[in-house]
């Protein structure tokens, strides 16, 4: 997803460059003149839609139905108020401080700070030259990944945080992580994308970003009372499935939108994001079936997401066979991180955000490099050099790791001390949606 | 003269049977034991243990033991004569044969009373 918004003020430019070389404006201004397919930018707005069905409701009843009844609410306002929240600031700086123009590597700049400059006829350029969507609809279709972004880190630390304590990180996470990362993989001047870093739809910015904040969230702010001897078991997989189906849907959004186009090469995120996620799902259910003789509704869910992340930076490079592979692969180490890791290590990531999005998101960020190459199915050619490629996928990922992970551990630690993160013992008892929100999912 | 009334006006005493069964057995116990005359029950959804005492429960990597497994309470009043065909009845249809099938309980009713009509104890019922 590399952009520039530079192409309408390019076109502008040379037009009235053109004026004035008469000589040379008929032969010039043909092929000059940028095109807006309308077909893109249909394409382009049910993308942006569905990406914001991915996050209300999809993973507010992916989450919903995974915490205990009484905390039930808490997860669908969190979700809802955090997407809210970033869209608002998305708009008045998000988007500037990530698609600004700035020639920083590190970030966008200032320069259109609430959407200055920005009107109905400003274009942005595609991966075809030539071709532009309005850029309006690339603000709208990066705010959605800006506003889902947050919302999955709150799953590590649910049932046991503010509302308030939750929104303020988001702030502070989504200023300066999400959105120096988003500049940095993605802008045409960051510091990855200069690199070379294949990341198709959001691997690093989104998943790992967002799992290794999680990570660092349930260890900051610690296990939740009764860990390991309540019965803390999910309250409605009934949700939980409708959820995670919601999110393969609108994942289409996500991974076929982050083409920017209606194309052949949209058509190749597709087929792999329906691909990718139906291995997943049959690895995850083939290793509970092994290990223990049943397959689980939420192991089929888990698989399902975990094919989704892992596929999602690779969805534009990999080929089918190699999706199938990835799909696979990243189930493995998943579940691996999920069953066995999380419990020796003892913390209490309550949904799993680390193990199915930080670790499916590395684990796709680094085979992205591997299956992309032409022999192996993907799209690269023969100067395709792999042990370069996965090199700076390698590093793609350390920074993003390292840079997720102090600017979480500060952020956290500021709104314990303003706002303070947890509630106390007895509203964690009695559940967050009476006390924190006055109301409850549930009647009997 | 007891609390509730003359002893001498009574009917012939009544049990009521209290029986713990496996939900899916309910309709099943239910049909038997209204082919055998019995024209009333009371059901309650519950939760209980014995000597099956819960299962246990695996979400990705936690696992739960849930000590409480729901079961159905299926109360009977019926006359002494009948009691025992109801026991036995509840017995051979709740059955699985494994472990959890339940238990059963026989008491004595001191009095019971039809609210529509006022008829009272076998009369009642």
């Known amino acids: 997803m590399t952009i520039q918004n530079k192409l309408a003020g390019l076109g502008a430019l040379s037009a009235s460059l053109l004026a004035g070389l008469p000589a040379l404006a008929q032969e010039a201004a043909a092929e000059a003149v940028p095109v807006m397919d309308k077909g893109d930018v249909s394409w382009m707005m049910i993308s942006t839609v569905l990406v914001l069905f991915m996050t209300v409701p999809g993973l507010a009843l992916f989450y919903g139905g995974l915490v205990r009844s009484k905390n039930m609410l808490s997860i669908l306002m969190q979700t809802t108020v955090i997407a809210c929240v970033m869209m608002i600031i998305w708009v008045v700086y998000g988007y500037s401080a990530s698609f600004g123009g700035s020639t920083s590597p590190w970030w966008g700049g200032t320069a259109k700070l609430f959407l200055a400059g920005v009107t109905a006829d400003s274009m942005s350029a595609t991966f075809s030259a030539g071709y532009v969507i309005p850029e309006y609809l690339f603000i709208v279709f990066q705010m959605t990944f800006a506003a889902i972004t947050p919302a999955l880190i709150i799953g590590a630390f649910a049932e046991r945080v503010k509302f308030k304590a939750v929104l303020a990180f988001s702030v502070l996470w989504g200023t300066f992580s999400y959105f120096p990362i988003a500049h940095m993989v993605w802008d045409a001047n960051g510091y990855l994308f200069v690199k070379g870093a294949i990341d198709f739809a959001g691997g690093t910015v989104v998943h790992i970003n967002a799992g290794i904040a999680a990570l660092i969230g349930c260890i900051v702010i610690g296990k939740r009372v009764g860990y390991g001897k309540d019965n803390m078991a999910p309250h409605s997989m009934v949700m939980t499935m409708i959820g995670a189906s919601m999110l393969w849907v609108g994942w289409f959004g996500f991974n076929v939108g982050s083409n920017l186009e209606a194309n052949g090469g949209a058509t190749l995120a597709m087929i792999n994001t329906f691909i990718a996620t139906a291995a997943a799902t049959l690895a995850w259910c083939a290793l509970e079936g092994l290990q223990r003789g049943k397959a689980s509704m939420l192991g089929a869910a888990s698989g399902m997401v975990a094919g989704l992340v892992a596929i999602t930076p690779a969805c534009g490079t990999v080929g089918p066979m190699g999706a199938i592979a990835l799909g696979v692969i990243a189930v493995a180490v998943c579940y691996f991180f999920v069953t066995v890791v999380k419990l020796k290590l003892k913390y209490d990531d309550s949904l799993d955000v680390f193990g199915i999005h930080g670790v499916g998101g590395i684990i796709g960020a680094v085979l992205t490099g591997v299956f992309s190459a032409g022999s192996l199915g993907g799209v690269k050619g023969d100067d395709y050099a792999m042990g370069a490629q996965l090199w700076i996928q390698i590093e793609g990922v350390l920074i993003t790791v390292v840079w997720s992970a102090v600017v979480s551990y500060v952020a956290y630690k500021l709104v314990d001390l303003t706002i303070g993160l947890r509630v106390d013992n007895d509203t964690e008892r009695q559940g967050l949606d009476l006390i924190s929100h006055g109301e409850q999912a549930y009647h009997s | ?125």
């Not at chain 2, 055998?36 to 059901?43: A, D, K, L, P």
């Not at chain 2, 065909?85 to 019971?112: E, M, N, W």
Request: charged share 25%; net charge neutral; proline share 2%.
């Open chain 2, 1 to 125: 003269m007891g609390p509730l009334g003359a002893g001498a006006e009574r009917g012939q005493q009544v049990k009521l049977i209290i029986a713990a069964i496996k939900p899916f057995k309910l309709e099943e116990v239910r049909e038997a034991l209204t082919a055998i005359g019995v024209r009333g029950m009371m059901v309650t959804e519950i939760k209980g243990f014995g000597s099956q005492s819960g299962h246990t429960e695996i979400y990705r990597g936690a696992e739960y033991a849930v000590n409480f497994v729901p079961k159905i309470r299926l109360e009977v009043v019926v006359s002494d004569a009948l009691a025992d065909q109801v026991v036995s009845t509840i017995r051979s249809t709740a059955k699985t044969d494994k472990i959890g099938d339940g238990k059963i309980f026989v008491l004595d009713v001191q009095h019971a009373v039809r609210v529509r009509t006022g008829e009272t104890d076998d009369e009642a019922l």
